[in-house]
């Protein structure tokens, strides 16, 4: 079955840090760029960040630049979100998503063509 799986999700304080993972099972990340979108409550599914097949190439959301990371381990199969500061307007349901072939990191929904089905993150004291 071809899927990504998110996880690393949890409560936090704020100023505090998680690392979300994406897995990939059934077929190899590394063909796709991968971005990271999230939903908070009530408002639509936004970008936060993407990487590139390589990993040469990352792009942020302005509400997230200094404080989160992109990486990628293509041989596990994993993409990775290091987030710090976190706050709690950082308080999402964390998805991430692979781009049809070919195509390049983007933080707009439109050509990721597989999702994972989200980690919750929840920053509160």
């Known amino acids: 079955q071809l899927q990504l799986v998110e996880s690393g999700g949890g409560l936090v304080q704020p100023g505090g840090s998680l690392r979300l993972s994406c897995a990939a099972s059934?077929?190899?990340?590394?063909?796709?760029?991968i971005g990271w979108f999230r939903q908070a409550p009530g408002k639509e599914r936004v970008g936060v960040s993407c990487?590139?097949?390589?990993?040469?190439?990352?792009n942020y959301a302005d509400s997230v630049k200094g404080r989160f990371t992109i990486s990628r381990d293509n041989a596990k199969n994993t993409v990775y979100l290091q987030m710090n500061s976190l706050k709690p307007e950082d308080t999402a349901m964390f998805y991430c998503?692979?781009?049809?072939?070919?195509?390049?990191?983007?933080?707009?929904?439109?050509?990721?063509?597989?999702w994972g089905q989200g980690t919750q993150v929840t920053v509160s004291s």
């Open positions: 998503a692979a781009t049809y072939p070919g195509y390049k990191c983007h933080l707009t929904e439109s050509g990721y063509s597989r």
């Open positions: 059934g077929f190899t990340l590394g063909y796709y760029a």
């Open positions: 990487i590139s097949r390589t990993g040469d190439n990352t």
